[in-house]
C-alpha cells in the first residue's frame, strides 16, 4: 500500500489505530473452540467488529507460529480475508525478522509475495544488508525495531557512544540506507518522552507503537509528542481490545474499546 492511501484512510475515520491480533486459544471465548479454525473465527469477529474504528491490524506471527501448521493456516486466511474485504486497511506482519542477505530475501519473499503483507517488523541489530533486502519491494514496508517498549530495551538500545544512544545511531544509520523512504519504526508507548527528539531524526517517518493498554503507555503522551503533518503514527493495542470480554459479547466489547480508543485520537486529528 501507498503511504498516501494510509494518510486518507487516517483522515477520513479520524484514526490511527492499530489492532493487534494476537490469538491465544487460552484467552479466546471457550464456544469458539468447537470450529474447525477457531483462531480464524476470532479474527473474522475481531475484524468485523472494529475495522471501521482502525487503519491497520497486526497479527504477530508468533501467536500463530505456536500452534504449529494450523496457526500458519489461520494467519494466511486471516490476511487473504482482510486483503478480500478490507484492502484499504494496512496490514503489518510482526514477525521480527532479520538475517544475512539472501535469508532475508526469503523472509522478505514470506512476508510480501506469498502472503501479501503490506509491511513487517524487521530487528536492525544484523545491519544493512540484512534489511536491505526488505527494501526491494514496492510498495511494502519495513517496520524497523527502533526503541521498543519492554523493559530489556534499557540492555542494549540506551547503550551511549559519544553522546548519543544505540537506539538513535541505528535509526540515523538506517536513514541512510537504499530504499528508507520504506522505512517505518517501532517505537514503544512507554517511551513516549523519547518521541520529541526520535522525531528530530526521523521527521517525516511513519512510527509504529505499541504498548498503550495493557503495557501502560499514554495515548495522549504518543499523541501529543509523535505526531507529524502527515499524522505520523500508527497505535497498536492488541490485548486491551481483544480480550476484552472471553463471554460470547468479546466482538461487541472490543467495538467499544477500539471506538474508544478512536475517540481520543480523533482529538489529535484534524
Ligand atoms: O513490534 C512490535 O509490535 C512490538 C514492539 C515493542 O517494542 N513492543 C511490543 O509490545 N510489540 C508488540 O506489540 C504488541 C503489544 O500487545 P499489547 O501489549 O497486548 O497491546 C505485541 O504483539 C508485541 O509483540
Redesign the pocket.
Known amino acids: 500500500m501507498e503511504i498516501q492511501k494510509l494518510i486518507q484512510q487516517i483522515e477520513k475515520k479520524k484514526s490511527m489505530l492499530c489492532v493487534?491480533l494476537?490469538v491465544d486459544l487460552e484467552k479466546i471465548p471457550k464456544h469458539l473452540l468447537d470450529h474447525e479454525d477457531p483462531i480464524f473465527e476470532f479474527n473474522k469477529a475481531i475484524i468485523e467488529a472494529t475495522q471501521e474504528f482502525c487503519v491497520a491490524f497486526?497479527p504477530?506471527t508468533?501467536?500463530y507460529e505456536a500452534q504449529g501448521l494450523k496457526g500458519w493456516a489461520a494467519l494466511k486466511k486471516t490476511i487473504d480475508y482482510l486483503n478480500t474485504f478490507y484492502p484499504e486497511q494496512f496490514t503489518?506482519a510482526?514477525a521480527?525478522r532479520g538475517d544475512i542477505g539472501n535469508t532475508s530475501s526469503m523472509y522478505a519473499k514470506a512476508f510480501f509475495k506469498n502472503l501479501n503483507f503490506d509491511s513487517v517488523?524487521v530487528a536492525p541489530y544484523m545491519g544493512r544488508d540484512s534489511v536491505e533486502p526488505f527494501l526491494s519491494f514496492n510498495d511494502k514496508h519495513t517496520?524497523l525495531?527502533g526503541?521498543?517498549?519492554?523493559q530489556g530495551?534499557e540492555d542494549f538500545q540506551f547503550l551511549k557512544s559519544e553522546d548519543e544512544f544505540l537506539f538513535e545511531n541505528v535509526l540515523k544509520k538506517s536513514q541512510t540506507w537504499e530504499n528508507s523512504q520504506q522505512l517505518m519504526y517501532?517505537?514503544?508507548a512507554?517511551k513516549a518522552d523519547h518521541l520529541k527528539s526520535i522525531r528530530s531524526i526521523l521527521p517525516n517517518s511513519f512510527l509504529?507503537i505499541?504498548?498503550?493498554?495493557?503495557?501502560g503507555g499514554s495515548l495522549k503522551e504518543v499523541c501529543k509528542n509523535g505526531m507529524n503533518s502527515s499524522y505520523g503514527l500508527l497505535i497498536?493495542?492488541?490485548?486491551?481490545?481483544?480480550?476484552a470480554s472471553n463471554q460470547n459479547d468479546f466482538a461487541e466489547k472490543a467495538k467499544l474499546k477500539a471506538k474508544a480508543l478512536q475517540k481520543e485520537m480523533a482529538l489529535f486529528i484534524n
Open positions: 493487534g494476537d497486526k504477530n508468533a501467536f503489518i510482526d521480527k517488523t517496520i525495531l526503541l521498543t517498549s519492554n530495551s517501532v517505537i514503544g512507554t509504529l505499541p504498548g498503550v493498554g495493557a503495557q497498536n493495542s492488541s490485548r486491551g481490545i481483544i480480550y
